[in-house]
């Protein structure tokens, strides 16, 4: 996992709207989205921007996921409250990198059917016209 899609988990476990999290560290509108969707990266700036800005987000975790998600100031509840999410987090995005994955193949398997059926009026569309003209002659 990408330090941008850690930043999407956080966001997402506080609750932080990406725009309001993008404007909050001066970063034009979309920028979260537009990683995520291209598993881009995050420069230096920007992340201790986000270090400055949100001084409870443990940076480590951040660029390498070891660790907790929040720093140790708060309480085994909330620890163990985001080591669960993190988890779960985890879980449904590979199966949602799944299911993506199976709809990019279906899709490539209707496109496959589609081009056959095509091919398939095509050629009866020929073999009528082909009989009309041999009626003519």
């Known amino acids: 996992m990408k330090p941008i899609e850690r930043i999407a988990m956080y966001l997402?476990?506080?609750?932080?709207?990406?725009?309001?999290f993008e404007r909050k560290i001066n970063l034009s509108n979309g920028y979260i989205a537009k990683q995520l969707k291209h598993n881009g990266s995050v420069g230096s700036d920007i992340l201790i921007r986000i270090c400055e800005v949100y001084p409870e987000l443990n940076i480590k975790?951040?660029?390498?996921?070891?660790?907790?998600?929040?720093?140790e100031t708060i309480d085994n509840t909330e620890n163990s409250r985001v080591d669960e999410y993190v988890i779960q987090?985890?879980?449904?995005?590979?199966?949602?990198?799944?299911?993506?994955?199976?709809?990019?193949?279906?899709?490539?398997?209707?496109?496959?059917?589609?081009k056959i059926i095509g091919l398939y009026e095509f050629m009866l569309n020929n073999k009528n016209h082909a009989g009309t003209i041999g009626d003519m002659i």
């Open 89 to 114: 987090y985890e879980v449904h995005n590979k199966k949602l990198k799944s299911l993506e994955s199976d709809l990019e193949k279906l899709s490539h398997r209707i496109m496959d059917k589609d």
């Open 12 to 20: 997402q476990f506080k609750s932080i709207a990406p725009y309001a």
């Open 61 to 71: 975790w951040l660029l390498t996921g070891d660790g907790s998600m929040i720093l």
